[in-house]
């Protein structure tokens, strides 16, 4: 009896470990014929979810984003933290989405290796980064949701470098604690076409130009955008543009440090634009907010605060307009909205920099606020700290609304008048009849 039972065991082990096998098997090889299917996923590093909403687990995050082109239009997930990369994560193709989904992505990180970026955006590369759980919480790491981190490279960015006639549009996410002895800690555009869209590039330090971000071509739009904490040893600590077509909206550029110049911005180059934001705390030798060389324009409009920004000997050095033997640095005014504070200070005797202030009516000085450090501005008078300053405590609808106010105040008046009048008259008449 008991040899019966012993054999019937085997025999169910047997059978069992064939079954396993099978399923095993089978799975590999849905995996690998390019099949969807539904299997546990939580000891994979990516899940690829297809258009249809199916998933297709990875072991590696490399081998997911490798096998994209299989999955048209579908979002690789990252299923856990991604750290002690020996490598870049190279995202090539196009038409797909890579969701941090609130991981890390984290470098090996050795000094200065060759290639030390955790991303590459590779030659003609289409693709978008997006972090669905931004408020996750990591042990390790202070900066919640998804995190791009701990890149240390001699020849490239530290967090996402970005090669010629790429493509890419990232939403969310932090790019933080990355180095570079190259230019670009945090991210380098060599000339590709970037938007940025509430990405926070933080605590990055480059041996090179540009501690967060160096632009080198291509375009850039930021909207929403945080800069903040990077270190540059020479120039650009926010960041440094030295190419043209760079857009900031509403974005916040604050405690940046560059030893040269431009704390929070080096702009060595035109067309860059700056709608609304606020830029503060941000040091450098010269030009502690925004450093534009004598032969570059800047152009400003929106609601803007440049202000608290120091150069050499704690002085305020907010946008630094340079000052050169034949050009001087510009600035051109789109419409500054009311609230605006925009310091300016330049580096030579001339007025040059000041009269090139092009583009802007009556109105909208009177409506927005352009103070300078020292020298003279426009419509504007001297304060006792030495500034120049223009503007008006109401805008265009402010006038109405002061207009309304007046008008009643003169409304109440009149019929307090009146009030008086009718009671002195009824005062007297009951005079009279006694």
Same mark, same amino acid.
């Given at each position: 009896m008991k040899k019966k039972i012993i054999v019937n065991s085997l025999m169910l082990l047997g059978l069992s470990f064939f079954l396993s096998l099978g399923c095993l098997m089978d799975g590999k090889g849905a995996l690998a014929a390019g099949k969807e299917v539904n299997i546990s996923v939580e000891k994979n590093e990516a899940v690829i979810y297809t258009e249809s909403g199916k998933m297709v687990p990875f072991t590696s995050l490399d081998q997911a984003v490798s096998e994209v082109g299989r999955y048209p239009g579908c979002t690789v997930k990252v299923w856990k933290d991604n750290v002690n990369r020996k490598s870049p994560l190279k995202l090539s193709g196009s038409n797909y989405t890579l969701d941090l989904n609130g991981y890390v992505l984290a470098r090996d990180r050795a000094n200065y290796a060759d290639r030390g970026e955790v991303i590459t955006i590779k030659t003609g590369a289409d693709v978008k980064i997006v972090d669905s759980r931004?408020? %996750?919480? #990591?042990?390790?790491?202070?900066?919640?949701?998804? /995190?791009?981190?701990?890149?240390?490279?001699?020849?490239? %960015?530290?967090?996402? #470098? $970005?090669?010629?006639?790429?493509?890419?549009t990232m939403t969310g996410g932090t790019i933080a604690d990355c180095r570079s002895k190259y230019e670009g800690a945090g991210l380098r555009n060599e000339n590709g076409r970037v938007w940025l869209n509430g990405v926070t590039i933080k605590a990055n330090i480059c041996e090179d130009n540009g501690g967060g971000i160096i632009h080198m071509g291509g375009f850039m739009v930021l909207t929403d955008c945080v800069i903040e904490g990077n270190l540059s040893k020479k120039s650009g600590g926010g960041m440094m543009i030295k190419g043209e077509n760079v857009e900031f909206h509403d974005c916040t550029i604050k405690n940046n440090q560059a030893i040269d110049?431009?704390?929070?911005? &080096?702009?060595?180059?035109?067309?860059?634009?700056?709608?609304?934001?606020?830029?503060?705390?941000? #040091?450098?030798? #010269?030009?502690?907010? $925004?450093?534009?060389?004598?032969?570059?324009?800047?152009?400003?409009?929106?609601?803007?605060?440049i202000d608290g920004n120091?150069?050499?000997?704690?002085?305020?050095?907010?946008?630094?307009?340079?000052?050169?033997?034949? &050009?001087?640095? *510009?600035?051109?005014?789109?419409?500054?909205?009311?609230?605006?504070?925009?310091?300016?200070?330049?580096?030579?005797?001339?007025?040059?920099?000041?009269?090139?202030?092009?583009? %802007?009516?009556?109105?909208?000085?009177?409506?927005?606020?352009?103070?300078?450090?020292?020298?003279?501005?426009?419509?504007?008078?001297?304060?006792?700290?030495?500034?120049?300053?223009? %503007?008006?405590?109401?805008?265009?609808?402010?006038?109405? $609304?002061?207009?309304?106010?007046?008008?009643? /105040?003169?409304?109440?008046?009149?019929?307090?008048?009146? &009030?008086?009048?009718?009671? *002195?008259?009824?005062?007297?008449?009951?005079?009279?009849?006694?």
């Open positions: 931004p408020d %996750a919480a #990591h042990f390790f790491y202070k900066d919640p949701g998804g /995190l791009i981190t701990k890149g240390s490279s001699k020849n490239s %960015a530290g967090g996402i #470098h $970005i090669e010629k006639n790429a493509n890419l110049d431009g704390g929070g911005i &080096t702009v060595r180059q035109d067309k860059v634009y700056i709608d609304g934001g606020y830029m503060t705390g941000n #040091h450098a030798k #010269h030009g502690g907010g $925004i450093y534009v060389d004598s032969y570059r324009d800047i152009n400003i409009q929106g609601r803007l605060i120091k150069g050499g000997g704690n002085v305020n050095e907010n946008l630094y307009l340079q000052d050169g033997t034949a &050009t001087s640095a *510009r600035i051109y005014d789109g419409g500054l909205l009311p609230g605006s504070r925009v310091l300016i200070v330049k580096s030579g005797s001339s007025d040059a920099s000041y009269k090139a202030v092009i583009g %802007a009516s009556e109105y909208e000085w009177e409506n927005g606020l352009l103070a300078v450090d020292e020298g003279r501005g426009w419509f504007g008078k001297t304060s006792e700290k030495k500034e120049v300053f223009m %503007a008006t405590a109401v805008d265009r609808y402010g006038w109405g $609304i002061l207009l309304f106010i007046v008008l009643e /105040l003169i409304g109440v008046v009149i019929m307090f008048r009146l &009030t008086l009048f009718r009671k *002195r008259a009824e005062d007297k008449n009951s005079e009279d009849i006694n």
